[in-house]
């Protein structure tokens, strides 16, 4: 059982995995399976169960988009601790920052650290 709610594990394909993230879509596994190997992770993905909500009529034509749970097969791995820790790195070698995990940098950028940065 998960001390909190940001530290969850699951079984998938019959191994102990700490939960990276849920329902995510096939471009994000792309790219965090990508950045978690080459931090030396095992990467398991396994396609999310379908939704319990009985969708209504209009939904049922749109198209179901496919998402997946990611997890690494190191319980010890927290994806908040590695990110604010600074204990991942790009292919490039840089630190992977908040910005770039969620994609909205391409490039991981550490020139101000996010606590010095003024929004």
Partial sequence: MAINKNHE??????KKCAVVEK??????????????EKNNFT????????????PTPSEIQEPVIETFT??????????????FGRTLKTAKGQI?????WQQKENISSE?????????
């Fill in 9 to 14: 594990f699951e079984d998938l394909e019959g």
């Fill in 23 to 36: 329902t995510v879509s096939p471009d994000r596994v792309i790219f965090l399976k990508q950045l978690l």
């Fill in 43 to 54: 990467v398991v993905v396994v396609p999310s169960p379908p939704p319990k909500i009985v």
């Fill in 70 to 83: 990611l997890g690494v097969t190191d319980v010890s791995f927290n994806s908040t601790n590695a990110i």
């Fill in 96 to 100: 992977v920052t908040l910005a770039y």
């Fill in 111 to 119: 020139e101000i650290p996010y606590f010095e940065q003024i929004f």
